[in-house]
C-alpha cells in the first residue's frame, strides 16, 4: 500500500483475510487519505497484478454529536 507520494505505508506477503490491513503504519493511524495498493500473484507461473484505491475517512470526535 502506498500513500499519494509513493511511499510504502504497507506491505505484507503472507496475506490472510484474518490479518488484514488495519489502516495504520508502525503501529500508528495513517491520515484520512487515498491510498493505492498492488496485489502481485503467482498462479501456474504467470504473475498478474491488481491495483486499485482505499480510502481512510476518519472522523473527529469534535464533530461528532
Keep these: 500500500v502506498f ?9 505484507n506477503s503472507e496475506y490472510s483475510n484474518e490479518m488484514g490491513w ?7 493511524n495513517l491520515p484520512s487519505a487515498t491510498y493505492y495498493y498492488v496485489i502481485s500473484i503467482i498462479n501456474n507461473c ?3 497484478s491488481l491495483n486499485g484505491t482505499v480510502t481512510i475517512v476518519r ?3 469534535e464533530f461528532s454529536s
Design 22 to 28: 488495519d489502516g495504520k503504519q508502525n503501529g500508528s
Design 46 to 48: 504467470i504473475k498478474e
Design 59 to 61: 472522523w473527529s470526535q
Design 3 to 11: 500513500n499519494r507520494w509513493g511511499q510504502l505505508v504497507h506491505q
